[in-house]
């Protein structure tokens, strides 16, 4: 007997899972798509909580084909993910984790829109339970865009629908050798090879859920960890867009999301030699990805910061941080000259600095939420803007004078 190809494979990757794995397995055995369109292919990964053995148990009595592989430990999600993506049958696939689970309906939902549209990626709405998820992409739903014309940079995890003939065809898997960020590296590439990606933004298709006992994978890795994945997805889309406004565009989330929160608050408590270290590895990453066209789509803070990296001043890197984290903005409206607002941040105009007037260049957007943004009468604000300015900067000077 024929057995009629799965339209979707749901590839679950497990290690250490329970209890969370429970919840996770029986929002599978829920969807309302008919079971026989589905298949599940778990990967214990080296598990000795139990996780494996709840896994056979569930593969006996699901309505749907369950295949369960157990094997040793690969000490990160990619291995196991791979070796499902290896086995998969159906049209699509779709990476659930197993302290994850999906909303109700959603495999029949994203099947049916990409069937519907003939996209090749389909990202359904995500919300966070007891941990943060991303919101600018779930405006409305969308039958098809592309990673240009959306905000669907901003979520890069692997928690999506993806057409496996377009896996195939290019060979993708994930990175075995990077234990963070692996996601955002195979979700881009996937972006960037698609015919057409669409959003399902009026119904939660995936719950993210947070770990009480801490071990959920993202939150593990060291701050080298983070560079190194910075430098692989900046590389992917050095590869795959030409340069000039669209790669730009792109550089964003790695320079904003991974590369840029090292150079936060927490930089503050790193020793100095961590503090170099961290200059030491952007450099090569700021030498060859950072361009005008990038900073010029970032906050003034963000971009001085960066810009300061970019130039290996951490003495006034370190005023910098200081001054966003004691949420000092407020004060930092500087003078506005038609269209033309500059944010008064440490070291404007301060000669010995020698930062660029343009760095503080804000866009009138940002320079809206600012108190002293307003039509006319600017010019007691700003007298009071630079003297609070100039207290920042300098007072660290009198303390050492003194």
């Given at each position: 007997m024929t057995v009629a190809q799965p339209d979707v494979s749901v590839i679950i990757g497990a290690y250490e899972a329970m209890p969370y794995l429970i919840e996770c397995l029986s929002s599978v055995e829920a969807q309302t798509i008919d079971p026989m369109r589905v298949?599940?292919?778990?990967?214990d990964d080296g598990s000795t909580d139990g996780t494996g053995e709840y896994l056979e148990e569930f593969a006996e009595r699901a309505p749907m084909h369950v295949l369960v592989i157990r094997q040793e430990n690969?000490?990160?999600p990619s291995?196991?993910?791979n070796v499902g993506l290896g086995k998969a049958t159906g049209r699509y696939v779709f990476f659930l984790d197993a302290d994850d689970r999906l909303g109700p309906g959603a495999l029949e939902r994203?099947?049916?829109?990409a069937d519907r549209a003939g996209t090749d990626v389909v990202l359904g709405k995500v919300e966070g339970v007891n941990r943060s998820a991303p919101k600018s992409m779930w405006g409305r739903t969308v039958e098809r865009t592309d990673v240009f014309s959306s905000n669907i940079k901003f979520t890069l995890s692997a928690q999506k629908l993806f057409r496996r003939e377009l896996l195939d065809r290019h060979g993708m898997r994930f990175d075995e050798s990077l234990f963070t960020g692996e996601d955002a590296l195979f979700t881009m590439e996937a972006y960037l090879r698609a015919d057409g990606v669409s959003v399902v933004a009026d119904h939660t298709c995936y719950y993210l859920v947070g770990r009480d006992d801490g071990k959920h994978v993202t939150k593990s890795g060291s701050y080298a960890l983070r560079f190194d994945s910075a430098r692989a997805l900046m590389e992917l889309i050095a590869e795959l867009v030409p340069a000039g406004g669209r790669r730009d565009q792109l550089m964003v989330r790695p320079f904003l999301v991974t590369l840029l929160p090292q150079f936060g608050p927490k930089y503050l408590t790193d020793s100095e030699e961590i503090r170099r270290h961290k200059l030491e590895l952007a450099k090569p990453l700021m030498d060859t990805?950072?361009?005008?066209?990038?900073?010029h789509r970032l906050k003034v803070h963000e971009r001085l910061r960066l810009?300061?990296?970019a130039e290996q001043r951490p003495e006034l890197l370190l005023d910098v941080v200081k001054f966003v984290k004691a949420k000092k903005q407020a004060a930092a409206l500087l003078e506005r000259k038609g269209r033309r607002v500059y944010l008064a941040y440490p070291h404007f105009r301060d000669r010995a600095a020698g930062v660029p007037d343009s760095v503080y260049l804000a866009e009138p957007r940002e320079a809206r939420a600012f108190p002293g943004y307003r039509e006319g009468g600017v010019e007691t604000f700003v007298r009071r803007a630079v003297r609070k300015a100039r207290r920042v900067i300098t007072s660290r000077e009198?303390?050492?004078a003194a």
């Open positions: 298949e599940v292919i778990a990967v690969s000490g990160g291995g196991p993910r994203m099947v049916g829109m990805h950072w361009t005008e066209g990038v900073a810009h300061l990296v009198v303390r050492q």
